[in-house]
């Protein structure tokens, strides 16, 4: 069941945010999490014998059974959105270890 | 201690989902999903507020859009504002990037010499992989894909140009002019369809034949600077982040 394959991905996402110390993990974490979201939300619109939902010589009319297409585009937003902040956060990523030398959370502490 | 907790804490998440998804009143099991029943029939009818005729490939003409990918059809024109957000987000991220690492100027040094292999064959492919780009994002409403993918492997061949010669640089005012253009042109054509009938980013223009290649009316254009925005803003990412501090 894929649905199900979405969610234990979910978890184990929630699981290396939860845990991880390393920013890196934890960016990594992000985004196996996003990616459990989207196979569920995919998997949302998924019909038993559908075509994909695009036009073609071959499957040329919208009579034929499709794929629901809404759920896809929601997930071709997310994953651009997905792009985004992964880049700005290994961005950040990258400043803290020009600043501290190290990724790890517990080493570079604070004032607390 | 923590991860006992934190696995304590996933069990008991999981187990409400598995157990609680199907239970909702509606929710379809897999593949059993009625898109009859959905928004997403009008989307495929290609007509939301009236009764439904039946749409056929390269013979039906003037629809509400003429884009034979349903996809496509619904990212760059129903739902349109949804992806002028998008562009903006990674806009503002691409900015923020540019915040943090783009005051550097020296270049990040590759650890080890590019090869014969990478050199020469990287010049062979570089114009093959913006072609195909290209391709990808001029096709976005006849085909699978549209302006990101194709603006993406656009910046894929800037970083493979990037690998295979130290020296290389980019112009990259250029780009920003590209990106800051193809932006506000989709921000007037939306406001152009304000004008002309009513709506930000309704479809102002004859949408032609199902699955010609000049067809479907603004979605085209709009993929179009999709890819070219998209394209030049990740290449700026990549950019900034091959830079490195001097001493």
Known sequence: MIQYAGIILMLIGIYGLLTDKNVIKIIVSLNVFELGLNVFIISVGFVKDGVAPILTSVNNHSGLIFVDPLPQALVLTAIVIGLGTTALGLAFARRIYMKYGTLDLEEIGGNN | MKKIVAIALLVFIGALLFTGIYAIDGFPKYGEAKVADRVSEGYIMKNVTEANTDVVYGVSTNLETGSA???????????????LGEVTVLFVSSLGISLLLGGFSGKLR??????????????????????????????????PGGGFPGGSMIASAILLLYLSDEKFRVNIENF???????GSLYVIIGLLGLVISNYFLSNFINTGTVGALLSAGIIPIIYVLVGLKVGSELTGVIT????????
């Not at chain 2, 990918?69 to 992806?83: A, E, G, H, P």
């Not at chain 2, 080890?112 to 570089?126: D, E, Q, T």
């Not at chain 2, 900034?240 to 001493?247: A, I, P, Q, S, T």
């Open chain 2, 240 to 247: 900034d982040f091959l830079k490195e501090e001097v001493e």
């Open chain 2, 69 to 83: 990918n349903y996809v496509t059809s619904i990212v760059v024109n129903y739902r349109s504002f949804d992806t």
């Open chain 2, 110 to 143: 590759n650890r080890c010499k590019a090869n014969f292999i990478l050199r020469m064959g990287s010049k062979v492919v570089f114009p093959l992989i913006i072609m195909t780009g290209v391709y990808i994002f001029i096709h976005g409403h006849l085909s």
């Open chain 2, 176 to 182: 920003k002019k590209t990106e800051s253009t193809a």
